[in-house]
């Protein structure tokens, strides 16, 4: 891991705030740990005593519904902090959170983050303003839920995860969700998701290429999400 002062966290989110000697101490007291894919990070109903800051790799934030499906609620990326909403509320996760891929990720206590807290207003700020900015994300994937039919969704879906995530040097998409996933994504039975995939094949707008996505028309697929 590399110094604190340097980290892609620290220049993409709330941690910016912080002056060379939070930094410093940020430095002393993190812990770097691995997660292999397919590994929680936290549960649902554990208590996070701390954040976590992402270096690399991405994880899927999703909750366990009542009929035991996996409703995947956001995707977070290297550059991003996962935990700040636990520790503000001082409740348990209510979301668990799992690796897509192998990542690279430290840990910050709980009291380190509500010294610098209680001692940085601008990071207090930005903090708040990064929770703001989960609500407001949100309350845009109810409305889409509410009012858009799953084939906009899913264009729309498609279209997010290559804008924020990229692709493979093969154009396929670089995060490879299952079908499971992509239909929790958009709120769908699998079986409908599998359908609309086929037919969006079948019109040019994407290739099927076994479990990876390749996106062929994304003006295609703009005209149908809007």
């Known amino acids: 891991m590399g110094k604190c002062e340097q980290c892609i966290v620290r220049e993409l989110s709330s941690l910016k705030a912080l002056n060379k000697g939070e930094l410093l101490r940020l430095a002393e007291?993190?812990?770097?740990?691995t997660i292999k894919k397919g590994e929680h990070i936290f549960e649902e109903g554990d208590t996070v005593n701390g954040i976590y800051c992402i270096t690399v790799g991405v994880c899927k934030l999703s909750k366990l519904s009542a009929n035991g499906k996996d409703q995947i609620v956001k995707l977070?990326?290297?550059?991003e902090l996962l935990g700040q909403r636990t520790i503000i509320s001082e409740e348990p996760a209510n979301l668990s959170a799992v690796a897509l891929e192998d990542m690279e990720v430290c840990f910050i206590p709980k009291s380190e983050v509500l010294n610098m807290f209680d001692q940085n207003n601008q990071f207090s700020r930005n903090v708040m303003k990064t929770i703001c900015g989960d609500l407001k994300e949100t309350s845009d994937h109810?409305?889409?839920i509410s009012q858009k039919t799953v084939?906009?969704?899913?264009?729309?879906?498609?279209i997010y995860l290559e804008?924020?995530?990229?692709?493979?040097?093969?154009g396929s998409l670089r995060i490879q969700l299952t079908r499971e996933e992509l239909a929790g994504m958009i709120g769908t039975a699998t079986e409908s998701c599998i359908r609309l995939l086929s037919d969006f094949n079948k019109l040019g707008l994407i290739e099927l290429i076994g479990k990876k996505i390749v996106i062929k028309?994304?003006?295609k697929?703009?005209?149908?999400?809007d």
Do not use: M, P, Q, Y
């Open 29 to 33: 007291c993190k812990t770097s740990h």
């Open 76 to 79: 977070v990326k290297a550059g």
């Open 142 to 144: 109810l409305v889409s």
């Open 151 to 158: 084939k906009e969704r899913l264009a729309e879906t498609l």
């Open 163 to 170: 804008e924020n995530f990229g692709k493979n040097t093969d």
């Open 217 to 219: 028309d994304i003006g």
């Open 221 to 225: 697929l703009r005209r149908i999400a």
